[in-house]
């Protein structure tokens, strides 16, 4: 189950009750980002990888991160420990997919939380989907 996913630099999305120790996780999680971009040779296969894995697992979590083209990053909590990268890159092309539409709204303004309540919709679902086998 995914318990909090964030757009670094935008928004964060998470109904757990614990949402401080997971905007913890999630910040910590930007060095580990940090570490892979800036070293593509000992830790990505190709430079054109957008997916970036595995962050880090801690005891009840694990962490995967996404970097765009633009640099954005999305990383994904998660309490399942049994996650397949399949599923996770799965998860993150459709959630960069919604997130591209919402940014292109004309009504957005760049740099801004996102407003839409069509994105929040969207992203909900394909949290509920997630590991479902469901397109």
């Known amino acids: 189950m995914i318990v909090c996913v964030a757009v670094v630099g935008h928004q964060s999305f998470t109904e757990a009750d614990d949402a401080l120790k997971l905007h913890h996780i999630v910040h910590c999680s930007l060095d580990v980002i940090d570490e892979r971009v800036s070293n593509p040779k000992r830790s990505a296969p190709t430079l054109n990888e957008t997916f970036l894995g595995l962050l880090y697992p801690t005891e ?23 996650v397949k990268d399949a599923d996770a890159r799965n998860f993150f092309r459709k959630f960069h997919a919604a997130y591209v539409d919402a940014v292109s709204n004309p009504f ?7 407003a839409s309540r069509s994105f929040g919709a969207r992203v909900s679902t394909i949290v509920k989907s997630f590991g479902s086998g469901t397109s």
């Open 108 to 114: 957005h303004v760049p740099g801004k939380k996102i």
């Open 60 to 82: 009840n979590y694990k962490v995967y991160g996404y970097l765009t083209n633009t640099k954005v990053k999305f990383i994904m909590v998660t309490t399942d420990l049994d």
